[in-house]
C-alpha cells in the first residue's frame, strides 16, 4: 500500500540499533518559522482550517523535509483534537493559545465526557495516510497524542494557565473525579494513536508536555500510571513492522529512575537532562531522545555549531555494531520558537549529521 | 540592640540542629492572600509604595504573624530592587508584573552596569531593622535578594517571559556580555545581603528563581557558578550568631549533587523533588527547605492535612540529640498562591506543627 522506507535511520534508533549517523527531527518542525507555513496558513483561513483538511496538513508536514535533509515527519496536529471530539469545543484565538468553550470543572461534566466516536477525528486518520503517501518512503512518519494528564489540564482550564490552580484544586480536593477524567482520557488517546497506526503511522509519541508541572507522588499517580495505560493498549507491530513509542515528559527528567519502567521505547528529554547521566539512569533500556535548548537557535551558526556538539558529545558514541545498544535521536527539548531563523536549522541539521558520524568514526 | 530571641527553631533547623517540631514558614507568606495585606497596599497606593516604605514593609512582614504559629518573618520587598537601584527603572502596572523602562540588551547596555551605591537600596536595610525591632524576639527574621542569574533574566526581558529568549539569545550570542553581566550581579548581590545582615537579617536566602529554565551545562556555568561566588561573600557570622544562607533554584532538583557542593547551609527545594531521595543525593551536608505544592491549599483541610503529613514522612524522621544530623524546615515549593483561604494556611501550619510532634515521640 505504502512506499518502502529508504531512509530508516529513526526508526532503527528508536529500536537501539546502530545507524551511520544520529537522527534528527525536531518536534513543530512543521510550524510558524517557515515562511511557507504561514502562507500555507493564511490560505487555510485558520488554525483549525489548516489542521482539519488533510491536504493542507500534508502541505505543512512535508515543508520542513523540503528545507533539510530531516530524518522524520511527523503528522502535523493539534493535541487538543482528542478533548474536541469530546464536544469541548476547541477554538483558537488570534495571536492566543487554545481555548475550550465548555471545560470539565465538576462532577456533572466529567460524568458527561466519554470516549469520543473516531469518526470525528477521521480527518486525523485521514491526514496520517494521504502524508505517508506523500512522503513516497522518504522518511517515516510520526503520529502522536498529548497524554492523558496532558489533555486534563487543557479540559480543566479551558486553556493554557501558569499555575494550573483549576486542575490541581480538582486533583486534590476531588481525586475520584480526576482519576475518571484520566482514565478516560486513556482509553480515548489508545484508540486514537492505533487508529493512526493503522492509517500510516510509523511510530507514535505522547507529550505529557505538562507531567512536569505536578509534585513528587502526584506526577507517578496521575500522570505516568495514565501514560503506561496508553502504552500497554498500543499495537506494537503493523504490516510486519515495529512501531516505536515515545515518551515525552517535560520537566520529567528527575523522575527518570520511574520512566526507564515504562512500556516504550524511547524517552523524550528537555535541555535540563544531561545526556550521559541519564543513560547512566535509564540504563540499556530505551533510546533516548533530545535535547537541546530551542533558544540556542537565536545563536550564530558557529555557536550553534559548539552546542549541537556538546549535547552530541554528553550523549557519547552510540551503539556500532549489530545487536542493541545506546542510541540517540537528536531534537530539541521543546517545540521550536516561531522566531527561529530557518538558516539556522540548517546549521543545526547538518552538524548532527556531520558530527555524529565523526563520533562513529 | 535587638531583643532576645524566643523562637530559635528555624535557626537551629537550618544548621541541622534538633528540634521539638519541624519549623515552617511560607515564602510570599506576607502578600495578597491576606485581607489585611490588601488593605496596607490599598493605603500605600502601589506595590513600589509599600515596598520603599519602611513602615508599610514592618506592618505587612508582621500581619502572618499575627494569624498563624509560622517560625519565621521574611522581609517584605522585590527580587527587582538591585536592578531598579543599578537604573532600570522598574514599575508594577496595575495587575501585571514586575517592568523595567531600560532593559539591558546589547554592548552598550551591559558597559553601563554598575554595583549600585547602596544608598539607593536604604530603604531595604531601614526596614529590616524596623522588622526586626517590630519582632521583638518573637521569631527570626529572613533577609533575600534574587540570584545573579535570576536578575539578569529580568534585566535582559525586561518583565516576565514565557520562552526566555531575549536572555539565552544573548547567553548563547554573546557569552561574554552575559558573564560581565552576571560578575556585576554578584558582586551587587553580596555587598545587598551584607548591608541586610549588618541591619538585622538572621539568615538570608537567594531566590533563583529562573536557574530551572537553563540548559544542564549552562545552568553550571551562567548559575551556580555566580550563587557560589555571591555565598562566598557572605558574612557567616554577625553579632555573634551564625546567618545561615538558603539557597533555592525552581526546578533545579534535577542538579541537587551539584548544589551540595554550594557554600550554605540550606537547600530549598520544589515540589518535584522527593525529600527523602533529596536527602540521600545531598547527604549529610545540607538541611532541606520545602516543598509543598502551593496548589495543595486549595483543598479542602482534611486534604490539605493529609499531603502535609505525606511531605513530613517523605522526609523521614529529623534527627534528635546532640551535634548535627538531617533536618526539614517545611515551606511551598513556590510562593503561596493570591488565591488562597487564609483559613487553609492554619490548617497547614497546624499539621506541620503536630505532626513533625508525633514524628519524634
Given at each position: 500500500?505504502?512506499a518502502?522506507?529508504q531512509?530508516?535511520?529513526?526508526l532503527?534508533?528508536?529500536?537501539?540499533?546502530?545507524?551511520?549517523?544520529?537522527?534528527?527531527w525536531?518536534?513543530?518542525?512543521?510550524?510558524?518559522?517557515?515562511p511557507?507555513?504561514r502562507?500555507?496558513?493564511?490560505r487555510?483561513?485558520?488554525?483549525?482550517?489548516?489542521?482539519?483538511?488533510?491536504?493542507?496538513?500534508?502541505?505543512?508536514?512535508?515543508q520542513?523535509?523540503?528545507?533539510?535533509?530531516?530524518?522524520?515527519?511527523i503528522?502535523?496536529?493539534d493535541?487538543?483534537?482528542v478533548?474536541?471530539?469530546?464536544?469541548?469545543g476547541?477554538?483558537?484565538?488570534?495571536?492566543e493559545?487554545?481555548?475550550?468553550?465548555?471545560p470539565?470543572?465538576?462532577?456533572a461534566?466529567?460524568a458527561?465526557?466519554a470516549v469520543?466516536d473516531?469518526?470525528k477525528?477521521?480527518?486525523?486518520?485521514?491526514?496520517?495516510?494521504s502524508?505517508?503517501r506523500?512522503?513516497?518512503?522518504?522518511?517515516?512518519?510520526?503520529?502522536?497524542?498529548?497524554?492523558?494528564w496532558?489533555l486534563?489540564?487543557?479540559m480543566?482550564?479551558?486553556?493554557?494557565?501558569?499555575?494550573?490552580?483549576?486542575?490541581?484544586?480538582?486533583?486534590?480536593?476531588?481525586?475520584d473525579?480526576?482519576?475518571?477524567?484520566?482514565?478516560?482520557?486513556?482509553?480515548?488517546?489508545?484508540?486514537?494513536l492505533?487508529?493512526?497506526?493503522?492509517?500510516?503511522?510509523?511510530?507514535?509519541?505522547?507529550f505529557?508536555?505538562?507531567?512536569?508541572?505536578?509534585?513528587?507522588?502526584?506526577?507517578?499517580?496521575?500522570?505516568?500510571a495514565?501514560?503506561?495505560?496508553?502504552?500497554?493498549?498500543?499495537?506494537?507491530?503493523?504490516?510486519?513492522?515495529?512501531?516505536?513509542?515515545?515518551?515525552?515528559?517535560?520537566?520529567g527528567?528527575?523522575?527518570l529512575?520511574?520512566m526507564?519502567?515504562?512500556?516504550c521505547?524511547?524517552?523524550?528529554?528537555?535541555?535540563?537532562?544531561?545526556?550521559?547521566?541519564?543513560r547512566?539512569?535509564?540504563?540499556?533500556?530505551?533510546?533516548?531522545?533530545?535535547?537541546l535548548?530551542?533558544?540556542?537557535l537565536?545563536?550564530?551558526?558557529?555557536?550553534?555549531?559548539?552546542e549541537?556538539?556538546?549535547?552530541?558529545?554528553?550523549?557519547?558514541?552510540?551503539?556500532q555494531?549489530a545487536?542493541?545498544?545506546?542510541t540517540?535521536?537528536?531534537?530539541?527539548?521543546?517545540?521550536i520558537?516561531?522566531?527561529?531563523?530557518?538558516?539556522h536549522?540548517?546549521?543545526?541539521?547538518?552538524?548532527?549529521?556531520?558530527?555524529?558520524?565523526?563520533?562513529?568514526?
Amino acid at each position: 500500500m505504502f512506499a518502502p522506507l529508504q531512509n530508516d535511520t529513526f526508526l532503527r534508533a528508536c529500536l537501539r540499533q546502530a545507524t551511520d549517523h544520529t537522527p534528527i527531527w525536531l518536534m513543530r518542525q512543521a510550524g510558524r518559522y517557515l515562511p511557507e507555513y504561514r502562507a500555507t496558513r493564511a490560505r487555510a483561513g485558520s488554525f483549525m482550517g489548516l489542521a482539519t483538511n488533510p491536504g493542507y496538513a500534508t502541505e505543512v508536514t512535508l515543508q520542513p523535509l523540503e528545507r533539510y535533509p530531516l530524518d522524520a515527519a511527523i503528522l502535523f496536529s493539534d493535541i487538543l483534537t482528542v478533548p474536541d471530539a469530546m464536544g469541548l469545543g476547541l477554538s483558537f484565538a488570534l495571536g492566543e493559545g487554545p481555548r475550550f468553550a465548555t471545560p470539565v470543572r465538576d462532577e456533572a461534566a466529567v460524568a458527561r465526557l466519554a470516549v469520543p466516536d473516531m469518526d470525528k477525528l477521521r480527518y486525523v486518520f485521514d491526514a496520517v495516510t494521504s502524508i505517508r503517501r506523500a512522503l513516497n518512503g522518504r522518511v517515516p512518519l510520526i503520529g502522536f497524542s498529548g497524554s492523558p494528564w496532558t489533555l486534563a489540564c487543557y479540559m480543566v482550564e479551558g486553556q493554557g494557565s501558569d499555575d494550573y490552580r483549576l486542575v490541581k484544586s480538582m486533583l486534590y480536593g476531588r481525586p475520584d473525579l480526576m482519576h475518571r477524567m484520566l482514565q478516560i482520557n486513556a482509553t480515548a488517546v489508545a484508540v486514537y494513536l492505533n487508529a493512526q497506526i493503522e492509517a500510516g503511522a510509523q511510530a507514535v509519541m505522547l507529550f505529557d508536555s505538562w507531567g512536569g508541572v505536578l509534585a513528587d507522588g502526584a506526577f507517578q499517580e496521575f500522570s505516568l500510571a495514565y501514560t503506561q495505560q496508553v502504552l500497554g493498549q498500543l499495537k506494537t507491530e503493523h504490516d510486519g513492522q515495529r512501531i516505536p513509542r515515545i515518551v515525552f515528559t517535560k520537566g520529567g527528567g528527575i523522575w527518570l529512575e520511574q520512566m526507564a519502567g515504562l512500556d516504550c521505547e524511547v524517552l523524550g528529554l528537555d535541555w535540563t537532562v544531561n545526556l550521559g547521566q541519564a543513560r547512566a539512569r535509564v540504563g540499556d533500556r530505551k533510546a533516548l531522545q533530545g535535547n537541546l535548548d530551542p533558544n540556542v537557535l537565536f545563536a550564530p551558526p558557529a555557536a550553534i555549531a559548539t552546542e549541537v556538539r556538546r549535547v552530541l558529545d554528553s550523549f557519547g558514541t552510540p551503539h556500532q555494531g549489530a545487536g542493541q545498544g545506546p542510541t540517540q535521536i537528536f531534537n530539541l527539548g521543546h517545540g521550536i520558537s516561531q522566531h527561529t531563523p530557518p538558516e539556522h536549522v540548517s546549521a543545526l541539521v547538518e552538524t548532527v549529521h556531520s558530527h555524529s558520524r565523526l563520533q562513529r568514526s
